[in-house]
């Protein structure tokens, strides 16, 4: 930026002016939120009469101000007169004629777009692509799966169902009212978690065949971060002492596996 800025003003003498002898032209000035601040200082010295060989010194100070663009960079302002005149006007007073520049360096043009390093992109592809794997497959392991046993001839036996139910929207309604959602990546961690490996499931079956109570029907509950074995008896309305009969709760980890017991209605 380049710019030229013309300066002109009147001084008023209390006496006549004849004859200005001596002149001098001096400035200051600052830069404070896009407007630069500044003073000329005219003195020197002048003769009130053409027969006069005495001389009367004078000095007064101009103030000024410009105002800039907020895309200039304040501190490579500079400043510099580029002409300086004056005149007697009647007699009586100076008028003052100066011409100064500004010039500064501009601010650069803000990138509309940020280059993305490939090896990033190609991760966070990756990962993208594993997540969709990962969620397809969850989709179809969350279908319940039921496990019968039929009674013998000799001797009959209760019926077991073991459900393997999806926990997350009944999780979900509860968790609103206390946190905002979770993000992708612990979606997809408690996804993970909720699988139930063919152990676990084995285990599971002979834990449901030990029992002899009457209940048939079975949730498989994955503990929670801070969750407490009587917030999960009042998410499932089961009384904590059913889930002691079929889990050992004096120690509950994030992680864990515990079947919740649920009468037929």
């Known amino acids: 930026m380049f710019i030229k800025i013309p300066f002109e003003s009147t ?10 002898t001596k002149m001098s032209l001096e400035h200051d000035f600052n830069v404070s939120g896009g407007v630069v601040l500044g003073n000329f200082y005219i003195s020197g010295e002048y003769k009130a009469h053409e027969v006069s060989v005495n001389k ?49 360096d501009e601010k650069e043009e803000e990138e509309l777009f940020t280059r993305v390093d490939e090896s990033e992109l190609e991760s966070e592809l990756a990962f ?28 009959t036996k209760p019926t077991y169902t073991l459900t393997i139910e999806d926990n997350s929207e009944r999780e979900d309604a509860a968790a609103k009212k206390e946190e905002a959602k979770e993000d992708e990546k612990e979606a997809e961690s408690t996804e993970t978690k909720e699988r139930l490996t063919a152990e676990e499931e084995k ?5 449901i065949k030990s029992s002899d109570d009457t209940f ?22 089961v009384p904590t002492t059913l889930i002691s009969e079929y889990n050992t709760i004096d120690n509950l980890n994030t992680g864990d596996k515990i079947l919740i017991p649920k009468c037929d209605e």
Request: hydrophobic share 35%; net charge negative.
């Open 11 to 20: 001084i008023d003498f209390k006496t006549n002016i004849s004859e200005v």
């Open 56 to 104: 009367e010194p004078f000095k007064y100070t101009l103030p000024f101000t410009v105002e800039i663009s907020d895309r200039i960079k304040e501190d490579t302002l500079e400043f510099n007169i580029e002409d300086f005149s004056y005149d007697i006007v009647d007699h009586k007073a100076l008028k003052v004629n100066i011409e100064y520049s500004l010039s500064a």
């Open 128 to 155: 993208i692509d594993n997540f969709l794997d990962n969620n397809e497959k969850e989709e179809t392991s969350k279908e319940s799966v039921k496990v019968v046993e039929e009674p013998s001839e000799e001797l």
């Open 203 to 207: 285990t599971i079956m002979e834990t």
């Open 216 to 237: 048939v029907t079975y949730h498989v509950h994955i503990v929670k971060e801070n969750e407490t074995i009587e917030s999960i008896s009042a998410l499932y309305s």
